[in-house]
């Protein structure tokens, strides 16, 4: 089994990360090189910026999928989204207008870095309420957090995901992420890994150096389930059912 990367900025043209299907291309063949086996595509929703929507998103999956496989790059593509919060997300998601992911109830939501933390809690229990799993984005770019960690813990036990960067395991993005989300790998609270890739240099699709990292130092339980098994079993499974 590959690693799943379940926050990539690889669809062309909709967002900051890829510009166009060159670019897309050769971030997917650097992706296959480290591993990485499957790929959410979760272009920036934000209000008045990046406005992805599903039908939009579905129809750039398809196209790059297709040119994928022309190139012979063994990657499979899944639609989402990356949501920054605001007040009608909830009816938005529930008239279809935005991606889940994998159309799962499971939804990568990002906020502000200097949000307060009653706001992330507050939200999250909203979209709990109305049936959605969120899936807390790079955990570790959020001040709230930083300043606590046991927040992360408490976010988790309300039923939310959390998701941290490949590149913050590393030492990618300072020693602070890096000590922060090894802080939160060794009490096991990570659920998933994403590359949040956006190009070819500096937020690239490198996941080895960090997949090298968990196999030494956690068990091999944990670095295989927020490496793939944790996705696989609860974001790509049973697709018939999906939208």
Request: glycine residues 8%; contains cysteine.
């Amino acid at each position: 089994m590959g690693f799943v990367d379940i926050h990539s900025h690889i669809l062309p043209g909709m967002d900051d990360g890829a510009q166009d299907l060159e670019q897309a291309l050769q971030m997917l063949e650097w992706a296959s090189r480290e591993g990485t086996s499957h790929m959410i595509a979760t272009p920036h929703y934000k209000q008045g910026k990046y406005r992805a929507a599903k039908h939009s998103v579905l129809e750039r999956i398809r196209l790059l999928q297709e040119a994928a496989r022309e190139q012979g790059i063994p990657i499979r593509i899944y639609p989402g989204t990356e949501i920054l919060y605001h007040g009608e997300l909830e009816e938005k998601l529930d008239r279809g207008e935005l991606c889940t992911l994998n159309g799962s109830e499971y939804a990568l939501i990002e906020f502000l870095p200097l949000e307060e933390f009653y706001y992330i809690r507050n939200a999250a229990d909203q979209l709990l309420g109305m049936g959605y799993r969120p899936v807390l984005a790079h955990v570790e770019r959020y001040r709230c957090f930083l300043k606590d960690a046991d927040r992360v813990r408490e976010i988790k036990d309300m039923g939310c995901r959390i998701q941290v960067n490949a590149g913050s395991v590393t030492g990618q993005f300072g020693g602070s992420a890096k000590r922060f989300v090894r802080k939160l790998i060794q009490e096991q609270i990570v659920d998933y890994l994403g590359t949040d890739t956006h190009d070819l240099k500096k937020r690239n699709p490198a996941m080895k150096a960090c997949a090298e990292y968990l196999y030494q130092k956690c068990s091999r339980w944990y670095a295989d389930a927020i490496l793939f098994e944790n996705a696989m079993s609860e974001l790509l499974t049973d697709l018939s059912r999906r939208p």
